[in-house]
């Protein structure tokens, strides 16, 4: 109906449908009316609303609640009881809508109807180790497209490009890897379809190959494997394929579902079963949008150009973008002045699945934040403002992460079914035990997932796995450095550490009982690190420090920490400042220090001082 589209002021421009429905200027919106013999309303409305909606005059309205016991006046609110039995009575059916508020288009679903979608290009994100081909692939993959129109080489110009094959395109998202994956992901932006894992032929799984199968776990997205350095000697496909089994990722020759495709990215060969691969994978999925709306997306990057000013990448997801469209960008808003595509042409339309670089925002987005086109610059910009509003009152008030406290409360309300958990440990035998051992905790209510179990000190790409998937991660025998800690409050990620494998279990069990969990917390008071060993033979081993954060207190618990590991635990022995005996050396300056009983320290250890308190 045109009642239900916008009207289009460009010629060159597809008449769309905004994804609110109508908007009809300065007036009242409709939030209250009859469908086909339902009153639909979307909040409480009047005895003279309904007798208007319904043709039913409100004196009689009034009677008949009067009638029933309820005494009302033509303008008292009627509650959704009270509007459900006046429907039934004058024959109608009725529904309440919820409404989403425009200020947060994040959270519209859209619904479209079936013959307006239209198949889109998938959007592929390519990880793996390090050294293992990744960005020759990508180079390869990119070079090797052939347009008519062009000579030479590609200019790249934005952070993601298309490939077209057999008539079909594909879009590629230009990431470092799986941590800038699940940095978008922690900010709510779902933009990958396929993932593209890149294994070396002649190296096989490798620790960052474990993490990026866990990051792409975690976001619930299929999963290309392609093993890469086929035109090495010692290439052995049969060999990766194996031990990714461990991992749950079945290749299609062991009877599973994951398509794996022997590739040489430095060669050239194998690349476009590769992209077949993709294609194929592509229609299993049946990615679909409709291009007949205004468009909604996501910020790829962004960056301030001193000629341009404020440019952004962003990624088309539903809906058409068309030039001269007033968009809102996460805080802010601005009137699409230039689209451009990877190679720099002008673009006057952006359909669904479509990379493009845009110019004409008020302000520099951030990267993961999303995008929506309006038809008028008066709403973009009132929206804009909300945002930013809304943004600010958070900022003030704070989030509260999901601690274990919460996590038991919650249990107790019967309001959770799945807990997610980062493990970390000082070693991989370890961390796949209590992996094995909180997965079996699992009941026919609450279940258990470990995201991911590995060993090594816990890092800033644990926390964004947690971050992103509202998980908290457990340490085994492993510290957080200052800055790890930092980047976890900032995230409202809990990092609970444990050094006796059946404490960790025990708590866990408490957690799911809804039990109150009584321990001794640690308290961090402040971590040095030690730059110059000195032997005494009357001391012993002192180790010249500089305290990196909090403060390091005469006589406190300590441990020592070599790479993330704890080494040693036990008690500060001395701590001197410049040959005198110090009650505490705090952030930014030097001390003298020695461990009472341990004399295996080196320059590079880190030693934190704790103290223990009793916490329900």
């Not at 020759?253 to 691969?277: N, Q, R």
């Not at 705090?586 to 009983?597: H, M, N, Q, S």
């Amino acid at each position: 109906m045109k009642k239900n589209n916008y009207p289009s002021k460009k010629n060159n421009r597809p008449q769309r449908v905004s994804n609110f429905g109508p908007r009809q200027g300065n007036k009242k919106e409709d939030y209250a009316k009859v469908n086909g013999g339902v009153f639909v309303y979307s909040k409480p409305v009047t005895v003279a609303e309904l007798s208007k909606a319904i043709n039913v005059p409100s004196p009689a309205i009034i009677k008949y609640l009067f009638l029933q016991g309820k005494a009302v006046t033509i303008n008292q609110l009627l509650d959704d009881e009270t509007i459900g039995t006046l429907c039934l009575e004058y024959g109608y059916d009725f529904k309440k809508e919820a409404v989403v508020d425009e200020t947060h288009f994040e959270e519209l679903e859209i619904v479209d109807d079936p013959a307006s979608l239209k198949e889109r290009p998938p959007v592929v994100t390519v990880m793996g180790h390090v050294d293992h081909g990744k960005t020759t692939l990508i180079d390869t993959i990119r070079s090797s497209r052939i347009v008519d129109t062009e000579a030479g080489g590609i200019s790249q110009n934005i952070g993601a490009y298309q490939k077209e094959i057999h008539g079909k395109r594909i879009t590629f998202i230009d990431t470092p890897g799986h941590a800038a994956f699940t940095a978008m992901r922690a900010r709510g932006a779902s933009v990958t379809d396929i993932v593209v894992l890149v294994v070396a032929a002649d190296d096989g799984v490798m620790p960052q190959t474990i993490e990026a199968i866990d990051h792409a776990k975690a976001a619930g997205v299929p999963v290309i494997v392609a093993i890469n350095k086929m035109d090495k000697a010692g290439a052995n496909p049969r060999k990766v394929m194996e031990e990714l089994l461990a991992h749950d990722i079945v290749a299609e020759e062991y009877g599973g579902d994951v398509l794996c495709v022997p590739i040489s990215a430095k060669v050239g060969t194998g690349i476009e079963e590769l992209l077949e691969s993709i294609l194929l994978k592509s229609e299993m999925l049946e990615l679909k949008a409709n291009p007949s709306r205004y468009a909604i997306g996501t910020v790829l990057e962004a960056n301030l150009d001193k000629g341009e000013g404020p440019k952004a990448t962003l990624l088309v997801q539903n809906g058409t973008l068309s030039s001269g469209d007033f968009v809102v960008v996460g805080e802010t808003y601005g009137k699409i002045r230039r689209m451009t595509d990877e190679h720099r042409a002008v673009l006057k339309n952006a359909g669904p699945a479509t990379p493009v670089s845009v110019i004409g925002l008020s302000a520099v987005p951030s990267a993961g934040d999303r995008f929506m086109a309006f038809p008028e610059e008066r709403q973009a910009k009132e929206i804009a403002e909300k945002r930013q509003l809304a943004k600010t009152a958070q900022q003030r008030s704070g989030t509260a992460a999901l601690s274990l406290a919460d996590l038991n409360n919650l249990v107790n309300a019967g309001k959770v079914k799945d807990i997610h958990i980062v493990v970390k440990a000082d070693s991989d035998g370890t961390a796949q035990a209590l992996k094995a051992n909180l997965e079996k905790m699992s009941t026919d209510t609450i279940k258990v997932h470990v995201l991911s179990a590995s060993a090594g000190a816990i890092s800033d790409n644990d926390v964004l796995l947690a971050s992103a998937s509202g998980a908290f991660i457990y340490g085994f025998n492993v510290r957080p450095d200052a800055r790890v800690r930092q980047k976890a409050e900032e995230n409202h990620v809990e990092i609970r550490l444990h050094k006796i494998i059946y404490e960790l279990l025990d708590e866990m069990e408490a957690v799911m009982k809804g039990m109150v969990v009584v321990e001794k917390v640690e308290s961090v008071t402040g971590q040095a690190e030690i730059r110059h060993i000195y032997k005494i033979s009357k001391v012993g081993t002192i180790g010249g420090s500089y305290v990196t954060s909090g403060v390091i207190k005469a006589g406190s618990k300590v441990r020592l920490l070599r790479a993330g590991v704890v080494i040693y635990e036990g008690t500060l022995g001395s701590l001197k400042r410049y040959k005198e005996d110090a009650k505490e050396v705090k952030e930014g300056y030097e001390c003298g220090l020695t461990i009472e009983g341990y004399n295996d320290i080196k320059e590079g250890d880190v030693v934190e001082g704790y103290e223990l308190v009793e916490k329900k």
